[in-house]
């Protein structure tokens, strides 16, 4: 994943979805991500959804609100390492037909219905370890998921505009 090319969609307004299930220990680390990033100073270009497993129950707020980007961030099942971050349009995931997300279905009708309201859409996927029944995120999930909240935050901060006061 570019650093630069996360930052450069904090450029416009932006909107990030936190999405998965806090019962199902890994699949949450969406939710968390979110639930972190709500206790750090809110940037007004920023808006932050916590969907929990239903986007479908948010996505025309979504369509509707003022932002040029949505970032949704997922948990994924892949054949890779846990704690491995994907990023990228969540088009060309769909496109491709991988069944990465744990959420793909509804993820695909969203992604179809934001891009219909002119949204650039993105994926920030994290491989899990652990999606049964229960509460809590491993400990290489969090830890990579501490990591995303202080990328997210740098990158936010970086396009963040230099007040100008007039007198």
Do not use: W
């Not at 999405?19 to 750090?40: E, P, S, W």
């Not at 901060?157 to 007198?167: F, I, P, R």
């Amino acid at each position: 994943m570019s650093f630069t090319a996360l930052q450069n969609i904090f450029n416009t307004t932006t909107c990030i979805v936190g999405l998965g299930n806090y019962y199902r220990h890994d699949d949450a680390v969406g939710l968390f991500i979110i639930d972190r990033l709500k206790t750090i100073d809110s940037n007004p270009g920023v808006l932050l959804f916590n969907v929990e497993d239903i986007i479908e129950s948010y996505v025309f707020t979504i369509a509707e609100s003022n932002c040029n980007n949505v970032l949704i961030i997922d948990a994924i099942m892949a054949d890779a390492e846990p704690g491995t971050i994907v990023f990228g349009k969540l088009h060309d995931f769909v496109e491709t037909g991988l069944d990465i997300s744990t959420h793909k279905l509804a993820l695909q009708m969203s992604c179809k219905i934001l891009e219909a309201s002119h949204k650039d859409v993105y994926l920030l996927g994290i491989v899990i370890n652990n999606d049964d029944y229960g509460k809590g995120l491993s400990p290489a999930i969090h830890n990579k998921a501490e990591t995303i909240v202080n990328m997210l935050q740098a990158s936010i901060m970086s396009n963040q505009k230099e007040c100008v006061y007039e007198h």
